[in-house]
Protein backbone atom coordinates (compact mmCIF):
# COMPACT_ATOMS: atom_id res chain seq x y z
CA UNK A 1 0.00 0.00 0.00
CA UNK A 2 1.34 3.22 -0.90
CA UNK A 3 2.24 5.87 1.55
CA UNK A 4 -0.28 8.44 -0.12
CA UNK A 5 -3.32 6.03 0.91
CA UNK A 6 -2.12 4.80 4.05
CA UNK A 7 -1.50 9.08 5.22
CA UNK A 8 -5.08 9.47 3.88
CA UNK A 9 -6.63 6.22 5.93
CA UNK A 10 -5.21 7.72 8.79
CA UNK A 11 -6.58 11.03 8.26
CA UNK A 12 -10.39 9.79 8.01
CA UNK A 13 -9.91 7.67 11.00
CA UNK A 14 -8.68 10.48 13.15
CA UNK A 15 -11.78 12.59 11.93
CA UNK A 16 -13.79 9.98 13.44
CA UNK A 17 -11.79 9.96 16.54
CA UNK A 18 -12.66 13.79 17.07
CA UNK A 19 -15.93 13.11 16.35
CA UNK A 20 -16.41 10.13 19.12
CA UNK A 21 -14.10 12.41 21.67
CA UNK A 22 -17.26 15.20 20.96
CA UNK A 23 -19.70 12.45 21.94
CA UNK A 24 -17.92 11.01 24.78
CA UNK A 25 -17.34 14.79 26.17
CA UNK A 26 -21.26 14.71 25.73
CA UNK A 27 -22.34 11.69 27.60
CA UNK A 28 -24.78 12.98 31.05
CA UNK A 29 -22.80 12.61 33.74
CA UNK A 30 -22.85 9.14 36.09
CA UNK A 31 -23.78 7.29 32.76
CA UNK A 32 -20.39 5.31 33.49
CA UNK A 33 -21.80 1.84 32.79
CA UNK A 34 -24.53 2.31 29.91
CA UNK A 35 -23.56 1.61 26.30
CA UNK A 36 -22.56 5.11 24.16
CA UNK A 37 -23.28 4.81 20.77
CA UNK A 38 -20.01 5.54 18.77
CA UNK A 39 -19.08 6.11 15.36
CA UNK A 40 -16.89 3.15 13.77
CA UNK A 41 -13.48 4.06 13.15
CA UNK A 42 -12.56 2.79 10.16
CA UNK A 43 -11.37 4.61 7.19
CA UNK A 44 -14.66 4.24 4.93
CA UNK A 45 -15.76 7.75 4.29
CA UNK A 46 -19.37 6.62 3.66
CA UNK A 47 -19.54 4.20 7.00
CA UNK A 48 -22.06 5.00 9.31
CA UNK A 49 -22.02 1.92 11.72
CA UNK A 50 -22.40 2.63 14.90
CA UNK A 51 -20.75 0.84 17.83
CA UNK A 52 -21.78 1.00 21.69
CA UNK A 53 -19.37 0.85 24.26
CA UNK A 54 -19.53 1.94 27.85
CA UNK A 55 -17.46 4.80 28.65
CA UNK A 56 -14.38 2.88 30.78
CA UNK A 57 -14.02 0.72 27.17
CA UNK A 58 -14.04 3.55 25.33
CA UNK A 59 -11.49 5.13 27.30
CA UNK A 60 -9.66 1.93 27.23
CA UNK A 61 -9.03 1.98 24.16
CA UNK A 62 -8.40 6.12 23.67
CA UNK A 63 -5.67 5.63 26.13
CA UNK A 64 -3.54 4.33 23.25
CA UNK A 65 -2.76 7.16 20.33
CA UNK A 66 -2.55 3.65 17.91
CA UNK A 67 -5.88 2.29 18.79
CA UNK A 68 -8.83 2.81 17.18
CA UNK A 69 -12.74 0.41 17.29
CA UNK A 70 -14.07 -0.50 14.21
CA UNK A 71 -17.00 -3.04 13.33
CA UNK A 72 -16.17 -6.01 12.20
CA UNK A 73 -14.49 -6.68 8.97
CA UNK A 74 -14.00 -2.73 8.39
CA UNK A 75 -10.53 -3.17 9.84
CA UNK A 76 -7.77 -2.73 7.01
CA UNK A 77 -4.85 -5.58 7.13
CA UNK A 78 -2.68 -2.91 5.05
CA UNK A 79 -2.87 0.10 7.18
CA UNK A 80 -3.20 -2.07 10.78
CA UNK A 81 -3.01 -5.21 13.11
CA UNK A 82 -6.24 -6.51 15.25
CA UNK A 83 -5.18 -6.59 19.10
CA UNK A 84 -8.76 -7.42 20.16
CA UNK A 85 -12.06 -9.18 18.93
CA UNK A 86 -15.33 -8.53 20.29
CA UNK A 87 -18.62 -9.74 19.39
CA UNK A 88 -19.78 -6.48 17.55
CA UNK A 89 -16.42 -4.77 17.36
CA UNK A 90 -12.62 -4.87 16.81
CA UNK A 91 -9.98 -3.08 18.08
CA UNK A 92 -7.06 -2.06 15.85
CA UNK A 93 -3.33 -0.68 15.87
CA UNK A 94 -1.75 1.24 13.41
CA UNK A 95 1.02 0.40 11.91
CA UNK A 96 3.98 2.51 9.66
CA UNK A 97 2.51 5.68 8.36
CA UNK A 98 -1.20 5.33 9.84
CA UNK A 99 0.84 5.18 13.03
CA UNK A 100 2.67 8.36 12.89
CA UNK A 101 -0.53 10.13 11.81
CA UNK A 102 -2.32 8.69 14.18
CA UNK A 103 0.37 10.05 17.25
CA UNK A 104 0.64 12.92 15.35
CA UNK A 105 -3.24 14.66 15.94
CA UNK A 106 -3.90 12.65 18.90
CA UNK A 107 -6.26 15.18 20.62
CA UNK A 108 -5.03 13.74 23.67
CA UNK A 109 -1.27 14.38 23.71
ZN1 LIG B 1 -16.65 1.21 9.40
Known sequence: MDEDLQRRIGHNEVVFRDVNEGISRGRWPGEGAVPIAFRCECGEIGCSQMIELT????????????????????????????????????IVEKRDVAARVAEETDPRS
Open 55 to 90: APEYERIRASSRRFFVASAHEIPEAETVVESHADYL
